[in-house]
């Protein structure tokens, strides 16, 4: 795999990643200080990804989302959420065989539309490339390595598919690992401070 420049880690060593005490069972948490929930944001924002925001969202309303290609659950999670919640969408292949995962990421990231190619891979319509560029192989590499040091950085969190970042309306961050029917509700709430 085609390594690429360092990466910042998504979560800064200092941040404070707090469990969520309403559900110590659930696998979600909460950076609390907002300039650190800030830097989280800004890294995620450089990495490759689909973005599903309308224009003129702002960066507080939209969700970012670690995804493998053939996941279920993140194929679950873009069906709720596609048109109804402002979301980034960062591939990452942690699923299974990954020369397959890479193909069909690098495919989505290689397409001329994102978004649609989002749709046809988790529709299992999408063809994947031969072999992904160098270039993309890099960006693959760089947000595998972001998605590592999330769960380096915040050990009390299981790593899985979909990682979801939400930020809340007072600045802090919410981190939900997972995705289950009726999420996209708790992530809308989480979005709007409801």
Not at 88 to 108: C, K, N, Q
Request: with cysteine; glycine share 6%.
């Amino acid at each position: 795999m085609a390594s690429g420049p360092p990466v910042s880690p998504a979560l800064p060593p200092s941040a404070q990643v707090a469990q969520s005490p309403a559900a110590p069972s659930a696998n979600f948490a909460t950076i609390e200080d907002s300039k650190k929930a800030g830097q989280v944001i800004e890294t995620l924002g450089k990495l490759a990804a689909i973005v599903d925001v309308p224009a003129g969202t702002p960066e507080s309303r939209v969700a970012t989302i670690f995804f493998d290609p053939r996941c279920p659950y993140c194929h679950a999670a873009f069906t709720a959420l596609h048109g109804q919640v402002a979301a980034r969408w960062i591939p990452v292949v942690v699923l299974g065989d990954s020369e397959a995962g890479t193909r069909m990421a690098a495919a989505i990231l290689s397409a001329p539309d994102h978004v649609a190619a989002l749709k046809s891979a988790f529709d299992a319509k999408l063809t994947p490339a031969v072999a992904p560029s160098p270039e993309i192989a890099a960006k693959l590499d760089e947000n595998r390595q972001a998605f590592a040091s999330i769960f380096a950085a915040a050990p009390q969190l299981r790593p899985g598919v979909p990682t979801l970042f939400v930020p809340r309306p007072d600045g802090r961050l919410a981190i939900m690992v997972g995705y289950e029917p009726g999420d996209d509700a708790k992530l809308r709430s989480v979005l709007t401070g409801s």
